[in-house]
């Protein structure tokens, strides 16, 4: 009875191979040396990767140099005698600290959503979140059923979600590098500007309490314009991020193709 199945290398295949051999030429030098591998091609220069260690290290600059910090900051104009461009658009004169807060605020949370956005892959982001979740589960059936073979074919997996949590980590990181350093110049900027204003200028009414922004200090240590401009800061990022995310994907899933219909389904509305 004929079979389909391949014969058993122990069997027909080695005695195929015998018969091969003896009809096949000897190797010739030429034919034994292994074909030259093209030489792998240097690192292409990035300029996105030059604007990102750029404006990190720029960042760290201004950080750990107060000069550098004031300096760059004080560019941009903190008072009448130094004047500057945000001076005149959003500082007016000083007479209005709150907003121009909000303002500085709202810009700089602005940037740094779009940032945030350009370099994160939201669908690769929820994939890897997705798959993590799925595999914790799995990983701890594995280790209260103490099966090491179990535990051991879970490895690569692991090995794969650790390298993709790693690259969304590093898309994240760029985002921050881009936005490190404005974080840095605009706080500073604040500062400066509060800081040359006059003492009326400073003084503002919260809750109908007179306070002076640059001399009152919160928990004795942060200044209360500090405070008060995070409490700008982060709503605002929050919500910027979240409508630039939801816009990214809905504009992500108007461009995939339509799902095919199926052919039974299609008649089946038909003669609906």
């Known amino acids: 009875?004929?079979?389909?199945?391949?014969?058993?290398?122990?069997?027909?295949?080695?005695?195929?191979?015998?018969?091969?051999?003896?009809?096949?030429?000897?190797?010739?030098?030429?034919?034994?040396?292994?074909?030259?591998?093209?030489?792998?091609?240097?690192?292409?220069?990035?300029?996105?990767?030059?604007?990102?260690?750029?404006?990190?290290?720029?960042?760290?600059?201004?950080?750990?140099?107060?000069?550098?910090?004031?300096?760059?900051?004080?560019?941009?104009?903190?008072?009448?005698?130094?004047?500057?461009?945000?001076?005149?658009?959003?500082g007016f004169s000083s007479n209005h600290i709150l907003a121009t807060m909000a303002i500085a605020g709202a810009i700089e949370m602005l940037v740094t959503a779009f940032a945030y956005n350009y370099t994160t892959d939201w669908i690769k982001a929820a994939k890897v979140q997705k798959w993590g979740s799925a595999f914790r589960k799995v990983q701890m059936e594995a280790i209260r059923s103490g099966k090491k073979d179990r535990i051991a074919a879970l490895k690569p997996h692991q090995e794969?979600?650790?390298?993709?949590?790693?690259?969304?980590?590093?898309?994240?990181?760029?985002?921050?590098?881009?936005?490190?350093?404005?974080?840095?110049?605009?706080?500073?900027?604040?500062?400066?500007?509060?800081?040359?204003a006059t003492t009326a200028q400073q003084t503002v009414s919260i809750g109908g309490t007179m306070i002076n922004l640059y001399k009152y200090r919160v928990f004795n240590y942060f200044p209360l314009w500090f405070f008060i401009f995070s409490l700008y800061t982060v709503p605002l990022s929050l919500v910027f991020r979240r409508i630039l995310k939801n816009y990214w994907l809905r504009r992500h899933l108007e461009r995939l193709p339509p799902e095919p219909t199926s052919p039974a389904l299609s008649t089946a509305g038909g003669s609906a």
């Open 160 to 196: 794969r979600l650790t390298r993709l949590s790693s690259e969304v980590s590093i898309a994240q990181f760029k985002g921050m590098a881009i936005t490190w350093f404005l974080l840095i110049l605009i706080y500073t900027w604040i500062g400066l500007l509060i800081g040359d």
């Open 1 to 90: 009875m004929p079979t389909d199945e391949e014969p058993l290398p122990s069997t027909t295949a080695s005695s195929a191979d015998e018969e091969g051999e003896a009809e096949e030429p000897e190797a010739t030098t030429e034919d034994a040396a292994p074909a030259a591998k093209p030489r792998p091609s240097g690192p292409t220069f990035k300029v996105s990767t030059f604007v990102y260690v750029f404006l990190g290290m720029l960042g760290l600059l201004m950080l750990i140099d107060t000069s550098a910090r004031n300096g760059l900051a004080g560019a941009f104009g903190i008072s009448p005698t130094s004047p500057g461009p945000l001076y005149y658009l959003i």
